[in-house]
């Protein structure tokens, strides 16, 4: 089984509206973090947000947030007030356990929002 | 924010030479470095894992006398490809993260071009 799923291949979203980009994860491990990256055509992988396991509240940064349901195993990216320069490939990625030294990271398969003006 | 400098950012040469990527911390000191493999339209593909001082931990499936991975010093890590084919030809990225608990994300070079002639 997949540990991380996006299920939406492609979004499209009018420019200064919100959208909500999809991850869900399976893992058994009690402690676990989630990420999302911004990818653009460029290339560079771009960290936006970060939610623990543990944490109590849905973690914010700026325009992102993460609509974290630990129940349904989900962590939606939600992008508010979309510009024309969030066009890129969205990729959510899984840490499982909070200790040893590598702290692997396992993607998804990405999501490529496109920002129409 | 944390940068991480790869260089060289694009890479053209002739079947059966060798390339050597670098893969710097610029602002902290990275306990741990990671290289990843990305076709294109795809996910990030995780190869190895390398911790300072210590030799390279590689994923299963990744050839380690074909991609050999260096890493000297807490703010530098090396992966040479070695004898390059066409097939090799790829996204390369690495990324590097410190010593800050769980939470910290990898941050990412901007990622190296292959193009095996």
């Known amino acids: 089984a997949q540990k991380i799923t996006q299920t939406q291949p492609g979004m499209f979203v009018q420019e200064k509206e919100a959208v909500t980009l999809d991850c869900t994860y399976d893992t058994s491990d009690p402690s676990y973090g989630l990420f999302w990256y911004k990818q653009p055509s460029s290339g560079e992988m771009i960290f936006l947000i970060y939610?623990?396991?543990?944490?109590?509240q849905n973690a914010t940064e700026g325009r992102y947030s993460l609509n974290f349901q630990k129940a349904r195993k989900s962590a939606n990216l939600v992008i508010s007030a979309s510009q024309l320069g969030d066009s890129a490939m969205y990729f959510c990625?899984?840490?499982?356990?909070?200790?040893?030294?590598?702290?692997?990271?396992?993607f998804g398969k990405g999501t490529l929002l496109t920002v129409n003006p | 924010g944390a940068v991480v400098s790869q260089h060289p950012s694009r890479v053209i040469c002739k079947s059966g030479t060798s390339v050597k990527i670098e893969c710097r911390s610029l602002?902290?000191?990275?306990?741990?470095m990671f290289w990843y493999r990305q076709f294109p339209k795809q996910s990030l593909m995780l190869m190895a894992t390398s911790n300072e001082g210590s030799k390279a931990t590689y994923e299963q499936g990744v050839e380690k006398d074909k991609f050999l991975i260096n890493h000297a010093s807490l703010t530098l890590s090396t992966l040479t490809v070695t004898s390059a084919h066409p097939e090799d030809s790829s996204f390369y990225i690495c990324?590097?993260?410190?010593?800050?608990?769980?939470?910290?994300?990898?941050?990412f070079g901007d990622g190296t071009r292959l193009s095996i002639l």
């Open positions: 602002d902290f000191q990275a306990t741990t």
């Open positions: 939610q623990g396991s543990y944490d109590q």
């Open positions: 990324s590097a993260r410190g010593d800050r608990g769980p939470g910290q994300p990898q941050h």
């Open positions: 990625a899984m840490r499982e356990g909070s200790g040893g030294s590598n702290y692997k990271l396992t």
